[in-house]
């Protein structure tokens, strides 16, 4: 059986990883390892906690002596790192928190792998999830290409460039077999309601000011979260070691054009007059060094391993805003914060 570890399991993304790994592969042992911070939730792996081929590890990427001996005791054949400090206004607050997980956590992992592997390489994988924001921001046009300069303007943006050149940088002098995608804004179930769709949503349903960065004239590439799942489902499995690949759907957005069509379909959907949600919006001091532009090529991934994006976008927020409306006990627990008791609940006191 292998033994696969995936790092921030908990969060958005990586809750959609897991339930997708575990389910498609009974043969492979998903460890997810989270802290939980904020932004983990086990209430989002709910459906598959008691499935046999899955465990949850509580743990913290920036104490090196315990992923050491993590790895020691439970001999990884893969890893797929998403654990990250994710949000960039965050960064901006504490720029601090974000080297030390983002950095030294994916530094003290790539020693961990390291050491476990010697330097027997066979059937191993070291995995690591980043961002198109590594990139910085283009103008009206282009696109960002494998082969475009890491250019990162905010502290987010700076530690996940950092930690892309640690991952290549193992590979280059130790040989460590990794792969690397960059993918573009996701969007879908159980993100945590600091981002644009989820927040906004949950503010128009409670008639709050929705703040718009600036002019809201920001353009962002939207990827529906599972399809990101299923590219990296492919690439972790047919890639070659030391690839780059770029995610993303050709699905670019101004903010204000995405947050009104989110404010027609909401008026919808709970029976407003069209117009009364736009009336929410509230333009804001913008976000210091807030990029432009993003917008991610694919080409290399559609062509060599044949992945192509399976949601449209008019569906897939629908279905999103859906889901947001239809789990609103979800999104009040992670408001109110009551979601956190549901580790000691689950995994502590039973
Ligand atoms: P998220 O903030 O929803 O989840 C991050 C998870 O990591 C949480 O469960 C958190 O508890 C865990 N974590 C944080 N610090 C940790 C630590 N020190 N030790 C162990 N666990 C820790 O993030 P997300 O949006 O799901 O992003 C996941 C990954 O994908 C990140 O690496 C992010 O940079 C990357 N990414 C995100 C997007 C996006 O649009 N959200 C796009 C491209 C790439
Ligand atoms: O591009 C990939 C990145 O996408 C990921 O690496 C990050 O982890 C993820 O958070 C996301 O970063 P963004 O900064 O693009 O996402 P966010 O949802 O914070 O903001 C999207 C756009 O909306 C951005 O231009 C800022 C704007 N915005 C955001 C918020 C939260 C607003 O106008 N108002 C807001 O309240």
New binding site residues.
């Given amino acids: 059986m292998k033994r696969m570890l995936i790092t921030g399991g908990a969060g958005f993304i990586g809750s959609h990883l897991v339930r997708l790994f575990v389910n498609k592969y009974p043969d492979y042992h998903i460890y997810n390892l989270d802290k939980l911070t904020y932004a983990g939730n086990l209430l989002n792996l709910k459906d598959i906690e008691e499935k046999p081929n899955y465990s949850f590890i509580k743990g913290d990427i920036v104490d090196g002596v315990f992923i050491i001996k993590l790895f020691e005791d439970y001999k990884f054949d893969a890893v797929i790192h998403l654990a990250a400090e994710?949000?960039?206004?965050r960064s901006i607050s504490n720029p601090l928190e974000f080297v030390m997980t983002n950095v030294v956590g994916t530094v003290n992992l790539l020693n961990a792998a390291k050491h476990i592997w010697k330097n027997n390489f066979d059937g191993k994988r070291f995995y690591h999830v980043s961002?198109?924001?590594v990139y910085g921001s283009l103008g009206e046009d282009g696109m960002f290409t494998e082969q475009t300069a890491y250019d990162p303007h905010s502290p987010?943006s700076a530690s996940?460039a950092s930690s892309d050149h640690f991952v290549r940088a193992y590979h280059d002098t130790y040989e460590l077999p990794v792969v690397i995608s960059n993918?573009?804004?996701?969007y879908g179930s159980f993100q945590f309601p600091?981002?644009?769709?989820p927040?906004f949503i949950n503010n128009i349903r409670h008639n709050k000011p929705l703040?718009?960065?600036g002019k809201?004239e920001?353009i962002?590439d939207w990827l529906w979260v599972e399809d990101h799942a299923r590219a990296i489902d492919v690439i972790f499995h047919q890639s070659a070691n030391g690839k780059t690949y770029n995610i993303g759907g050709h699905n670019e957005w101004k903010?204000i054009d995405l947050i009104k069509v989110m404010c027609r379909i909401m008026d919808r959907k709970l029976g407003r007059a069209e117009g009364t949600s736009q009336n929410l919006i509230t333009y804001v001091k913008d976000?210091a060094g807030?990029d432009l532009r993003?917008a991610i090529d694919s080409t290399l991934l559609q062509k060599d391993l044949n992945w192509t994006p399976s949601l449209q976008f008019e569906e897939g927020i629908e279905k999103t805003i859906d889901w947001y409306l239809a789990n609103q006990i979800w999104l009040d627990d992670v408001t109110s914060g009551d979601y956190l008791k549901y580790y000691e609940k689950q995994y502590v006191s039973r």
Avoid: A, F, W
């Fill in positions: 994710s949000h960039v206004d961002t198109d924001e987010y996940k993918c573009s804004n996701n600091e981002k644009l769709i927040l703040p718009v960065y809201g920001n962002r903010n976000r807030h993003y």
